[in-house]
């Protein structure tokens, strides 16, 4: 039976700790779906404008090859508009 993981944040100011999170959830799981969520959502649930523009957190989280991958959907990064978050696949 094959685990899919998902952690989802803002991981805006990146640091120890969201690389912990990765590597423990790695830990449980096949594959690790990383969410990243957009600024809008980050606005509107913490009332915290982000440093880091959702681009650029996107390709931060897919720099981390050892957790996350690119998922094979076509392009590297799937962005869902039912849940306004941007996801990479890791495996």
């Known amino acids: ?4 993981g998902y952690a989802p944040g803002a991981f805006d100011l990146f640091h120890i700790g969201h690389l912990n999170l990765f590597r423990r ?4 799981c096949d594959y690790l779906v ?6 809008e959502v980050l606005i509107a649930h913490k009332g915290v404008t982000p440093v880091v523009p959702l681009v650029e957190r996107i390709e931060r989280e897919l720099g981390y090859p050892c957790f996350v991958k690119p998922a094979n959907m076509g392009s590297s990064v799937g962005v869902s508009k039912a849940h306004d978050h941007a996801t990479a696949m890791c495996g």
């Open 1 to 4: 039976m094959i685990r899919i």
């Open 34 to 39: 990383a969410g990243v969520v957009s600024d």
């Open 25 to 28: 959830a790695k830990e449980r």
